[in-house]
């Protein structure tokens, strides 16, 4: 049974990795992790405020030892409360591929275009395989367009793709009037990947202390089916790879992102919780699927629930939701 996949140009002996997480902070974790069956490791994320942080002491553009900034980011971290630095990160890097025979992906989480971008050059310098971008950013100006969001993150990968070597991956939002077409738009900016989706932590307020109340919930299947909806949307219709994250609890959700299309699976609340031996539980329980449906290779699997073949993809999904509302029985 042939279960390889291809994802960013590498093959894969099956599509089941690590994606970002605190897995990726320490060697010995990222050593269990390739020792358990994963088949790549996403480190974790590099943010841009450590990065100009430590260059030029400034936080989006603000001192933080100046009185005048001190409101606006007071909510941020200090240096010393993320586990690695820049520089101890491109070491860390570093020291895992020379440790780890499966691929390593490099994580830089930013929101704009400053020059935090030139550290990726010393992510591939210190043996990244690939990078994933992770530009997250809650837009709170009512006056900046959608557009503009558009153009600010299909100009960051131009610009990466300028300066790398390495393949890219871009992990992604949902929150786009017209997803597909900024899908579309990152295909032709260079980008090899597409990850969906980043997750966007909301928090809630606590009434005692009415203030806001930021915290990390794992996530569960009941999060997988927007990310299915547009694998099966874009499989067959763009370029770059195409990875899921977010939802995927269980090898039932594994099978069904594979079938929507998706090329690579991404796990870390499934491997927060069960740990990096879970992988093989994954690669097992869709072996048997395949085996009990007479599959021989995932090439069998991959895309056959997608919107590829339909001939109207968007009056098939008006006419899926329309036959949703209809069928509620009190």
């Known amino acids: 049974m042939e279960t390889a996949t291809s994802y ?26 390739e020792d358990a069956g994963c088949a790549a490791v996403v480190l974790h994320s590099l943010f841009e405020e450590q990065v100009t942080l430590a260059a030029g002491g400034r936080i989006r553009h603000m001192d933080p030892l100046n009185e005048e900034f001190a409101g606006a980011l007071a909510h941020f971290p200090s240096a010393g409360d993320y586990p690695l630095g820049p520089d101890e990160y491109a070491r860390h890097v570093s020291r895992v ?59 960051v990968v131009k610009e990466l793709k300028r300066v790398l070597k390495i393949p890219i991956a871009v992990k992604l939002s949902p929150f786009f009037a017209a997803f597909g077409n900024v899908a579309k738009q990152l295909d032709g900016a260079g980008a090899d990947g597409l990850v969906m989706f980043n997750r966007f932590y909301q928090p809630d307020i606590d009434i005692k202390t009415m203030r806001p109340s930021p915290k990390v919930e794992l996530s569960t299947s009941a999060e997988l089916l927007l990310r299915l909806r547009w694998l099966a949307i874009l499989h067959g219709r763009v370029r770059p790879s195409l990875a899921v994250t977010g939802g995927v609890a269980t090898w039932d959700d594994g099978i069904k992102a594979l079938l929507a299309g998706a090329d690579a699976v991404q796990m870390v609340s499934a491997l927060l919780r069960h740990g990096p031996a879970y992988v093989s539980a994954m690669r097992h329980g869709l072996e048997q699927w395949m085996e009990w449906h007479k599959l021989t290779r995932l090439d069998e699997v991959r895309g056959r629930a997608s919107l590829k073949q339909t001939a109207d993809p968007a009056a098939f999904e008006r006419a899926n939701y329309i036959r949703a509302l209809q069928s509620w029985r009190s």
């Open 8 to 33: 960013l140009g590498f093959r894969l002996p099956h599509p089941f990795m690590a994606g970002a997480s605190p897995l990726g902070w320490h060697l010995d974790t990222v050593k269990r992790l």
């Open 97 to 155: 591929k020379q440790a780890v025979k499966i691929p390593v992906i490099g994580s830089l989480n930013g929101t704009t275009a400053q020059s935090w971008l030139a550290f990726s050059r010393i992510i591939e310098q210190a043996g990244a395989d690939a990078l994933e971008l992770n530009l997250y950013e809650v837009v709170t100006d009512v006056t900046v367009p959608g557009s503009h969001i558009e153009h600010q993150l299909v100009d």
